[in-house]
C-alpha cells in the first residue's frame, strides 16, 4: 500500500519562505516520478514542480520557477519542495503526487498525499 504523506504548510507573510516535506512509503520515490501540485479555491489543480530520472532536471511551472525548488532524499524516501519569495497568490493546498512514467497531467499520477495548507499573507 502507497502513502503519501505531507508536511511543512503554514501562514507565512509575502516574502517569506516555506518547505514542505513528503513522506512516502510502499514505493520508492526513486524510481517513480514525484511531483508538487496546488489547488486554491474555485480553481484547478495545476502541477507545480516535477522530478524524476527520466528527466535531466527537474520541471517547474512558468510561475514558481526561480523561485521553488524540488529535491529529493533516496534514502529517506521523501521529496521536499523549497519555496522562497513566497507571494499571496501561492495561498493553495499543495498536494504530492507518485506517477509511473514523467507527465505534468493530474490524471496520469496514481497516488496522492492529503494535502497541506500553504497561506500567504500581503
Known amino acids: 500500500q502507497v502513502q503519501l504523506v505531507e508536511s511543512g504548510g503554514g501562514l507565512v507573510q509575502a516574502g517569506g519562505s516555506l518547505r514542505l516535506s513528503c513522506a512516502a512509503s510502499?514505493?520508492?520515490?526513486?524510481?517513480?516520478?514525484m511531483a508538487w501540485f496546488r489547488q486554491a479555491p474555485g480553481n484547478k489543480r495545476t502541477c507545480v514542480a516535477v522530478i524524476s530520472n527520466e528527466i535531466s532536471s527537474p520541471h517547474y511551472g512558468d510561475d514558481v520557477k526561480g523561485r521553488f525548488t524540488i529535491s529529493r532524499d533516496n534514502q529517506k524516501n521523501m521529496v521536499f519542495l523549497q519555496m522562497n519569495n513566497l507571494k499571496p497568490e501561492d495561498t493553495a493546498i499543495y498536494y504530492c503526487?507518485?506517477?509511473?512514467?514523467?507527465?505534468?497531467?493530474?490524471?496520469?499520477?496514481?497516488?496522492w498525499g492529503q494535502g497541506t495548507q500553504v497561506t500567504v499573507s500581503s
Open positions: 503526487a507518485m506517477a509511473a512514467f514523467v507527465t505534468i497531467d493530474s490524471r496520469d499520477f496514481d497516488y
Open positions: 510502499g514505493r520508492p520515490v526513486s524510481g517513480h516520478t
